[in-house]
């Protein structure tokens, strides 16, 4: 079960599932090739102690903006799943996803990462950001285990490469939207207040959470599978004193972790970007193998066309619970939705969804116009779904 949260989606091999045909994720011989983007150690990140698990210094990959975009910075929260006890944070140290020694020092930027205009038409040009992540905590740990030699530092981490590139002009930002996906679409809600605050009055502050809407809901077996998880990161990683004390002033610190309840108080405008039945939920909340020890959830958690009519009954019941937690949300006219009925997970830094001529839409309308049209205030996005199985655009994940 503990391998299951450490490394997440990071080793499922998947193929997508795309209007009728298969292919592997990744692999399209016509598509041009990605700007790769070289690794920047953080140069305070030791002195300040915004380190990752291992004490190694902290870092991201930039990629300078230009033109029309020179004077605009979106900045990206890598995800990555968490660890909630020491043998998984340990694991951690030995990876990228707790120690720069083990990062790439160049990974590709697509998607909302693109530098090119055919497939980043709204932000092909800004400055480009993506902040490793390394913390395990969606950068909102503080703490040091001294037996482990474990550092819990993700909020001195998001502070410190927050300080490095205001050095490196973002002080002076027009526009910024910061971003993430997954564990980094969680810490996207969790510092956007703080993001807004860093930056000048007249700067047009925005933010994206893509696929960090999970949910504290029951599991197949009754019990709150994630609920229990999320509690031993935060105990464990100190990561009370960072959440937003308008939420734990009225409830505990594990709730306060989870999105649905500080929807409420983020004040800056944000982007909602999750698929109904993300798989990630589905496969590591819903229907883990302690929920399902009998194996019954196996073949549909892997995928969607296996599952019968109860298992699809239980997970409509799951994308309307999501919609629940979205409708105070989605009612302030500041922010944005875009929920699309997909077996899908993180839609933002993907190519093929993000922007292409058979991405995902909702009534015609895809997801990287959805979000530019929002950001530049063109028009109001709330778009939702009807439910499975009447989207035929989706990129369904499904394992091999």
Partial sequence: MKALWV????????????????????????????LLVDLTLIRSATENGAVCLDGTPSAYHLHPGSGSGANNWLVELEGGGWCNDISTCVYRKTTRRGSSNYMEKQIPFTGILSNKPEENPDFYNWNRVRIRYCDGASFAG???????????????????????????????????????????????????????????ANTKVKCLADAGLFLDVTDVAGGRTLRSFYEGVVTMQGVAKNLPGTCTAKMDATSCFFPQNLLSIIQTPTFLLNAAYDVWQVRQSLATKNADPKGHWQACK????????????????????????????????????????????????????????????IQDKGIAKSVGDWYFDRAQVREIDCPYPCDKTCHNLVSR
């Fill in 7 to 34: 490394v997440g989606l990071l080793v499922l091999v998947v193929v997508r599932r795309v209007q009728g045909y298969d292919y592997l994720d990744g692999v399209n011989g016509s598509a041009p090739q990605p």
């Fill in 302 to 361: 892997y995928n969607y066309l296996k599952c019968n009519d109860d298992q699809i009954k239980f997970l409509q019941g799951f994308r309307n619970q999501m919609l629940d937690a979205t409708k105070g949300f989605s009612n302030s006219k500041q922010n944005g939705l875009f929920i699309n009925s997909c077996f899908a997970h993180c839609q933002s830094e993907k190519q093929d969804t993000w922007y292409g001529d058979n991405s995902p839409t």
């Fill in 142 to 200: 503080e703490g040091y285990n001294e037996a482990a030699g474990l550092y819990f530092r993700g909020q001195r981490i998001f502070s410190a490469a927050m300080e490095d590139l205001m050095s490196k002009g973002m002080h002076s930002a027009e526009q910024a939207f910061l971003t993430g996906c997954s564990a980094g679409g969680l810490a996207s809600i969790l510092h956007c207040d703080e993001f807004w605050a860093l930056l000048p």
